[in-house]
């Protein structure tokens, strides 16, 4: 059986993460694991695994590298844990949880502290970036989706530069260049996905189509770098939504680190609903 694990801390995180990695477990039929690195107690942890009915397991030494230990467990398919512990910080991520993003192997959902209605997981919103944005739609979420009956949608954002030319005939030419596109760059998932394009920026229109679609988590590859001038749309999505998001290790130079990334997601695929 597969785990997933809800990292718990004495934040007003601790509930919607739990929600959340219940959600995900209900959607991927894998059991969920509440963990703790006591700091400062456990009142608020063992309280909201009580409540849920979650078993709650304690870690000890440093938090990140305890959450980091657990999550690579072999039968670990996923970590959940809070962008932060207030929703007033202005930072994408806490020191934690942005230690634990940039180190993990595996996939990371990293909820905010005041995530909209936490706990649901139906819909899914990939966005593409630019040209090569392949990698940046691992196919695992478009046969998650398959496999757990979830929507997806995928978010393609043109450049005003990059607009295509206007034709006579748009009824005809719009589909043709949607299909075109899906078969391209998403083409495991072309009669499962649903397309949206939106003119303008793509670290303001992520948040703002995620919230219109009414997605239910944003899912994005990443190169695992969050420094100053790195991963504009990630530090964007974390900055300003109120949405889970799933965080997918993507290193497109490193043909080893793309197999285990595939592994990782396998169980995912084949997991009953």
Do not use: N
């Not at 739990?18 to 703790?36: M, N, S, Y």
Request: glycine share 6%; charged share 25%; with cysteine.
């Amino acid at each position: 059986m597969t785990r997933v694990i809800a990292a718990l801390d004495t934040s007003m995180a601790a509930q919607p993460v739990l929600r959340t990695a219940l959600a995900l477990g209900k959607a991927l039929g894998a059991d969920v694991e509440a963990l703790h690195v006591p700091v400062d107690g456990d009142r608020v942890p063992r309280s909201t695994a009580a409540e849920e009915h979650v078993p709650l397991r304690t870690a000890h030494g440093p938090v990140a590298g305890a959450l980091i230990h657990a999550a690579e467990e072999e039968d670990v398919i996923g970590l959940v844990i809070g962008a932060r512990g207030s929703p007033l910080g202005r930072r994408p991520l806490g020191s934690t949880a942005l230690v634990v993003a940039t180190s993990l192997s595996k996939p990371l959902v990293v909820v905010p502290p005041d995530a909209r209605r936490p706990g649901e997981l139906r819909r899914v919103l990939v966005p593409l970036e630019g040209a090569g944005a392949g990698s940046h739609a691992p196919r695992a979420i478009i046969a998650l989706a398959e496999e757990a009956e979830l929507d997806v949608i995928v978010l393609h954002v043109l450049e005003e530069e990059s607009l295509p030319l206007f034709t006579d005939q748009p009824q005809h030419e719009h589909p043709a260049r949607v299909r075109e596109f899906l078969c391209r760059y998403c083409p495991w998932g072309i009669e499962t996905v649903r397309l949206e394009v939106r003119v303008g920026r793509t670290d303001e229109l992520v948040p703002l189509v995620a919230e219109q679609t009414d997605a239910d988590v944003i899912a994005l590859g990443w190169a695992q770098e969050l420094a100053p001038g790195r991963a504009p749309i990630v530090r964007a999505v974390l900055e300003r939504t109120h949405i889970p998001v799933l965080l997918v290790p993507v290193h497109a130079d490193s043909e080893a680190a793309s197999h285990r990334r595939e592994e990782s997601w396998s169980s995912l695929q084949s997991s009953p609903v």
